[in-house]
């Protein structure tokens, strides 16, 4: 607490006997920094800037005085008033990011139509994973079938158990990533629509408005950028989109590839596991 905000607690506390000459015999307590109480017909020096009861003759606590009570508003106010303002600077942010991004309405319109495409090309990726994964797990069914016995319980090597596993567990991952990827249409759309009725807002404002929702009047500049560098950042964007796409699929192929050879192992240990109880049986 300030010194001046002390000395006016303390005028404030010591002017109450005042009004308690008016009311009937108080008794004034607090506990002091010593640990102890300390009571006076009037505010004991020990209780100045700390927390006061009034007691009346009956020795009920009829008024509590709190020095900081005050102190704690200021600071409510100030920690409300610094959030409306981090809220402020990031509309304002998000205003000029916005300007910065988008010439035009056709802009938000092109943008939303290639996010739209890239997203059902995924869809369509994610799709065919799904279903090069449920054509492998069916194969594995098959194999089962020839290590179960006539009681019906399956005998699998400890190796194909593993591939089942791993095999249903990527089936799942997949699975829920193709759901998310399907859920993303909403999502893209409403972002592109929040662009463009807040660009379709901020179109329509006079400089001065446009200046006071962009911060400008606050020292804040925007660089608009031209439709030749949009192109570059999104020609880059595609780039590095077809890159990474690229890379996944040779992680698939590479995944099938080595799901074949062990499909192939295991066909030559079958093979021989036949010809080894032919022979046994002669």
């Given at each position: 607490?300030?010194?001046?905000?002390?000395?006016?607690?303390?005028?404030?506390?010591?002017?109450?006997?005042l009004?308690?000459?008016?009311?009937?015999?108080?008794?004034?307590?607090?506990?002091?920094?010593?640990?102890?109480?300390h009571?006076?017909?009037?505010?004991?020096?020990?209780?100045?800037?700390?927390?006061?009861?009034?007691?009346?003759?009956?020795?009920m606590?009829?008024?509590?005085?709190?020095?900081?009570?005050?102190?704690?508003?200021?600071?409510?106010?100030?920690?409300?008033?610094?959030?409306?303002?981090?809220?402020?600077?990031?509309?304002?942010?998000?205003?000029?990011?916005?300007?910065?991004?988008?010439?035009?309405?056709?802009?938000?319109?092109?943008?939303?139509?290639?996010?739209?495409?890239?997203?059902?090309?995924?869809?369509?990726?994610?799709?065919?994973?799904?279903?090069?994964?449920?054509?492998?797990?069916?194969?594995?069914?098959?194999?089962?079938?020839?290590?179960?016995?006539?009681?019906?319980?399956?005998?699998?090597?400890?190796?194909?158990?593993?591939?089942?596993?791993?095999?249903?567990?990527?089936?799942?991952?997949?699975?829920?990533?193709?759901?998310?990827?399907?859920?993303?249409?909403?999502?893209?759309?409403?972002?592109?629509?929040?662009d463009?009725?807040?660009?379709?807002?901020?179109?329509?404002?006079?400089?001065?408005?446009?200046?006071?929702?962009?911060?400008?009047?606050?020292?804040?500049?925007?660089?608009?950028?031209?439709?030749?560098?949009?192109?570059?950042l999104?020609?880059?964007?595609?780039?590095?989109?077809?890159?990474?796409?690229?890379?996944?699929?040779?992680?698939?192929?590479?995944?099938?590839?080595?799901?074949?050879?062990?499909?192939?192992?295991?066909?030559?240990?079958?093979?021989?596991q036949?010809?080894?109880?032919?022979?046994?049986?002669?």
């Open positions: 607490m300030s010194p001046t905000r002390v000395m006016i607690c303390a005028a404030a506390l010591a002017a109450q006997p009004a308690a000459e008016a009311q009937g015999a108080t008794t004034f307590r607090c506990l002091g920094g010593d640990g102890k109480k009571y006076g017909n009037t505010i004991p020096q020990q209780c100045y800037g700390r927390v006061v009861e009034q007691i009346n003759a009956q020795g606590v009829i008024k509590r005085i709190d020095p900081t009570a005050n102190d704690n508003k200021d600071a409510e106010a100030k920690a409300a008033q610094d959030k409306l303002d981090a809220a402020n600077r990031e509309s304002m942010r998000r205003n000029r990011a916005l300007l910065a991004t988008y010439t035009s309405e056709k802009d938000i319109e092109e943008q939303r139509g290639r996010a739209l495409a890239d997203n059902q090309k995924a869809v369509r990726e994610q799709e065919a994973r799904v279903a090069d994964l449920k054509k492998r797990r069916a194969g594995f069914d098959k194999e089962l079938e020839f290590y179960s016995d006539k009681s019906g319980k399956s005998k699998m090597p400890p190796k194909l158990q593993e591939e089942i596993r791993q095999t249903d567990f990527d089936l799942k991952v997949q699975q829920d990533s193709l759901e998310v990827k399907k859920k993303e249409v909403d999502n893209i759309n409403t972002r592109y629509d929040d463009k009725k807040r660009y379709l807002a901020l179109s329509g404002k006079t400089p001065a408005e446009r200046g006071v929702a962009l911060g400008m009047d606050k020292g804040a500049t925007i660089v608009t950028k031209t439709p030749s560098s949009q192109d570059d999104r020609n880059k964007r595609e780039a590095q989109h077809r890159a990474s796409q690229e890379r996944s699929e040779v992680e698939r192929l590479e995944r099938g590839r080595e799901a074949d050879r062990r499909r192939a192992a295991y066909e030559q240990q079958r093979q021989y036949q010809q080894k109880q032919q022979t046994q049986q002669r």
